[in-house]
């Protein structure tokens, strides 16, 4: 049964003319081969970096939600300081001034 092309070719080590053709191939592919990682690892470091960024900036942002939560008036308090004024307004001119 005949294998299918699969588009390699296969070169078997020998010391004929084609030795010097495999060998030459294998280093293309070797250098392809490093010339590609070398580029996913930059792209990784990049991601890592950019990873690192987003946390800080995340960091940062929860930080001053926080101190802004911190700083506001709360509802409540609010609700019963203009409850007290209110009620203070109506004795002062329920007494007549």
């Known amino acids: 049964m005949a ?5 390699l070719r296969s070169h078997a080590v ?22 590609g990682m070398t580029r996913l690892d930059g792209q990784l470091a990049l991601l ?9 900036e995340l960091t940062d942002a929860v930080g001053r939600v926080a101190a802004l939560e911190h700083l506001r ?3 409540p308090a609010l609700t ?11 004795v002062w001119q ?3 001034h």
């Open 80 to 90: 019963v300081l203009t409850a007290v004024g209110a009620l203070s307004l109506a």
């Open 3 to 7: 294998r299918p092309e699969t588009g």
């Open 94 to 96: 329920a007494l007549g």
């Open 14 to 35: 020998s010391t004929d003319p084609g030795h010097s053709t495999t060998v030459d191939e294998l280093a293309e592919l070797r250098l392809r081969l490093d010339v």
């Open 48 to 56: 890592a970096q950019r990873g690192e960024q987003t946390e800080r």
């Open 73 to 75: 008036w709360p509802l």
